[in-house]
């Protein structure tokens, strides 16, 4: 299965900035997946990032508060804009194993805190 | 729409017990279900994967079933660890590929 490395892996942050997650892969991937894991909830697929287009938003996500960059096959980022306490989560990136057969990979996580 | 819950949503238990999780879902059109592991503020680790195909998957001290005609995954701990203490999900993709998860189960073994 594919290796995630994911940054930071923590944050504190002011109200009103921003942050960008940087997710890295170690092997060729169509598709990346951001989530979010609100305190104490399960996880929500924010957007899907495909390389060379635009990424696909879940409803109640949009681009200008979570624009996601995938400039290539192995690399995304997540933006976190503007943001308040409400954004306070575990952000967390995904891929899928090749043919649907190997499951899905997390990265390990940002755990941001917006103060 | 998919829907997964888990029960119980906590539990607490000590070292040595065997353990059962739940996971149900509504929609048994699945390819596979996918159970994790996740340590407080941290990723996700995947622990074992069951194609819709299989009727269970084993790894260690872990065993995991499906039954797709009734909605329902468990996993199994044997003779469970203070290590073990961690929040269990299980999720089902949808054909878009999105995954959706279960509300979790939150775990504690006390030695």
């Known amino acids: 299965s594919a290796v995630i490395s994911q940054k930071p892996s923590r944050d504190i942050c002011q109200r009103g900035t921003s942050l960008t997650i940087q997710c890295q892969v170690d092997s060729q991937v169509t598709m990346m997946f951001w989530y979010r894991q609100q305190p104490g909830q399960s996880l929500t697929l924010i957007a899907t990032a495909n390389q060379g287009s635009e990424a696909t938003y879940e409803s109640g996500f949009v681009i200008d508060k979570f624009p996601i960059s995938r400039p290539n096959l192995t690399f995304s980022t997540l933006t976190v804009s503007n943001m308040s306490p409400e954004d306070s989560s575990i952000y967390l990136c995904?891929?899928?194993?090749?043919?649907?057969?190997?499951?899905?990979?997390f990265g390990s996580g940002t755990r941001l805190t917006v103060v | 729409k998919q829907e997964v819950t888990q029960i119980p949503a906590a539990l607490s238990v000590p070292e040595g017990e065997n353990l059962v999780l739940n996971c149900s879902f509504t929609d048994s059109a699945i390819y596979n279900l996918q159970w994790f592991r996740q340590d407080p503020g941290k990723g996700l680790t995947s622990l074992l994967l069951i194609q819709s195909s299989q009727r269970e998957q084993t790894s260690g001290r872990l065993n995991a079933s499906l039954d797709k005609s009734s909605g329902r995954s468990t996993l199994y701990i044997a003779a469970s660890q203070p290590g073990d203490s961690a929040t269990y999900l299980c999720?089902?993709?949808?054909?878009?590929?999105?995954?959706?998860f279960g509300t979790g189960t939150r775990l504690q073994v006390f030695p």
């Open positions: 999720a089902v993709p949808l054909n878009t590929d999105k995954l959706i």
């Open positions: 995904s891929v899928e194993g090749v043919g649907r057969h190997y499951g899905y990979t």
